[in-house]
C-alpha cells in the first residue's frame, strides 16, 4: 500500500466532509433511522464544520487525520484527549470503495500515536451496538467492550445505543 496518512489542511475540508457523509450513510443505511442518519450528517459533517475543525487544538482535539493516496483523499480521523491519560478516537470514516485494503489501520495507528505522544496509556471509542463490521474492525485491533451507553444525538424514544470500547496502550 502506498496510502500515507498527514493531517488534513484547509482544502481538505471539503473532500474530508464528503468522505465522512458517504462512509456513515453507507456504513448505517440499514441500522439506523434515516431521521438520526440525516440529523447526524448536518450537525458534524457540513463542510463549514469540518474546515472549523481542520485545525488542532490539543490535547482535546488533534486535529483531523487524512489517508492519501496518488494525489487522493481515501479516508479521515481524528482523535484527542479527555482527561490526564485517556485518548479518545472520536472519527474514522473511509471512501466506502476503499474498505478492507488497511486504510483503517493506517488511520487508527495514526490517532493512537498521537495520544500516547501526549501521554495516553488508554483509548476509548464509542461505535453503534449493531455495526459488526465497526466492531470487527476495533476488535482486530485490540479494542475490548466495556458497557453500553446512549448514542449521541439519540432522543429518548429512538434506543439508539453505542458500545463503548477500550484499548490499554502498552
Ligand atoms: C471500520 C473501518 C474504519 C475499517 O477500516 P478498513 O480499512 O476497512 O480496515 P482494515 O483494512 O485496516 O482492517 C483491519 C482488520 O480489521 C478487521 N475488519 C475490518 N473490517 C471488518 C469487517 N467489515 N468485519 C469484520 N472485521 C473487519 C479485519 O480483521 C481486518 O483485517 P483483515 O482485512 O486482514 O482481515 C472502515 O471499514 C469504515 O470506514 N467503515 C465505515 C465507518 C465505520 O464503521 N466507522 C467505525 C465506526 S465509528
Do not use: K
Not at 102 to 125: C, F, H, N, P
Not at 156 to 162: L, T
Amino acid at each position: 500500500m502506498t496510502a500515507v496518512a498527514r493531517p488534513a489542511i484547509s482544502a481538505d475540508a471539503t473532500r474530508v466532509a464528503e468522505i465522512c457523509t458517504s462512509a456513515y450513510r453507507a456504513a448505517y443505511q440499514d441500522l439506523l433511522p434515516p431521521g438520526y442518519i440525516d440529523r447526524t450528517v448536518a450537525v458534524y459533517f457540513g463542510a463549514e464544520r469540518v474546515a472549523r475543525q481542520v485545525p488542532a487544538d490539543p490535547p482535546r482535539w488533534f486535529g483531523y487525520q487524512v489517508a492519501e493516496e496518488d494525489g487522493r483523499l481515501l479516508g479521515a480521523a481524528g482523535g484527542g484527549m479527555t482527561r490526564d491519560g485517556v485518548g479518545e478516537l472520536h472519527l474514522i470514516y473511509l471512501d466506502p470503495r476503499e474498505r478492507r485494503r488497511g486504510l483503517g489501520t493506517l488511520l487508527l495507528d495514526r490517532v493512537i500515536e498521537q495520544i500516547r505522544a501526549a501521554g495516553g496509556t488508554e483509548v476509548w471509542l464509542s461505535v453503534f451496538l449493531g455495526d459488526a463490521a465497526g466492531i470487527g474492525f476495533y476488535r482486530a485491533r485490540g479494542f475490548q467492550p466495556v458497557e453500553t451507553v446512549q448514542a449521541g444525538l439519540s432522543r429518548a424514544d429512538d434506543h439508539i445505543r453505542s458500545l463503548r470500547m477500550r484499548r490499554m496502550l502498552e
